[in-house]
């Protein structure tokens, strides 16, 4: 085989390893552990220094991520989510915000706590959050009030819309409001409007009582700096 033609065969055969390799790379068939601990890195520098993540198959080409065991800490909450499915936009991935096309979850649980402050000394989050498109299932949200207040907890929690803008439809199950004599709830809807900080507005909240129906709107507040 000539000079000319041998190199010309190694080129061949390189060109074929490096698409198979891209083809691995873009297809998500390669060592996650790194880009596991990137995802995670970002979170906590966007979210708080406690979130994790236990696990992650991520298929580049389509920055879609499939996460395990993902915890969220803030200092007035802390969001887990045993499975969650997001389709990253590129400036999460290149650092300029927590800007996600879909997020979707199963069985989240919420734990908000107030704020030890009357108002918040910094923004919760150091980096706006924008979700085109979220969809969470069979949630919980419980509320650890101060004496005073009590402890809400809402129990089947389903939630859909968007966050940074547009608007978020809820349904919940059920529920309690503990203060006292505990106030059992019964099943609500509700439309929220969540800003890119975080900042709630209640468009329109009904949940049932064993008497009554209750109705709430108005603005609630940054997450979890309530009193």
């Given at each position: 085989m000539s000079g000319r033609r041998r190199a010309g065969v190694i080129v061949l055969v390189a060109c074929a390893?490096?698409?198979?390799?891209?083809?691995?790379?873009?297809?998500?068939?390669?060592?996650?552990?790194?880009?596991?601990?990137?995802?995670?890195?970002?979170?906590?520098?966007?979210?708080?220094?406690?979130?994790?993540?236990?696990?992650?198959?991520?298929?580049?080409?389509?920055?879609?991520?499939?996460?395990?065991?993902?915890?969220?800490?803030?200092?007035?909450?802390?969001?887990?989510m045993p499975r969650a499915y997001v389709v990253a936009r590129m400036d999460f991935v290149l650092g300029r915000s927590l800007a996600f096309r879909v997020v979707q979850a199963e069985s989240p649980l919420l734990t908000l706590r107030p704020s030890p402050t009357a108002s918040p000394r910094k923004p919760l989050l150091s980096q706006p959050l924008t979700i085109d498109r979220i969809e969470m299932t069979g949630g919980v949200i419980e509320y650890q009030g101060t004496a005073e207040v009590g402890t809400l907890t809402?129990?089947?929690?389903?939630?859909?819309?968007?966050?940074?803008?547009?608007?978020?439809?809820?349904?919940?199950?059920?529920?309690?409001?503990?203060?006292?004599?505990?106030?059992?709830?019964?099943?609500?809807?509700?439309?929220?409007?969540?800003?890119?900080?975080?900042?709630?507005?209640?468009?329109?909240?009904?949940?049932?009582?064993?008497?009554?129906?209750?109705?709430?709107?108005g603005r609630l507040g940054i997450l979890g700096m309530l009193a």
């Open positions: 390893i490096l698409l198979i390799l891209i083809g691995l790379f873009l297809t998500g068939r390669f060592p996650q552990e790194p880009l596991r601990r990137a995802i995670e890195s970002r979170l906590q520098k966007g979210l708080g220094a406690g979130s994790s993540v236990g696990a992650v198959r991520i298929v580049p080409g389509r920055l879609q991520i499939e996460l395990r065991d993902l915890v969220l800490v803030g200092p007035t909450y802390k969001l887990v809402l129990r089947g929690v389903d939630a859909r819309g968007s966050i940074g803008q547009g608007t978020m439809e809820i349904a919940l199950d059920g529920g309690a409001w503990r203060r006292g004599a505990p106030l059992e709830l019964g099943p609500g809807h509700g439309l929220l409007r969540v800003s890119s900080d975080l900042d709630i507005t209640i468009d329109a909240l009904d949940m049932k009582t064993a008497r009554s129906t209750l109705h709430t709107s």
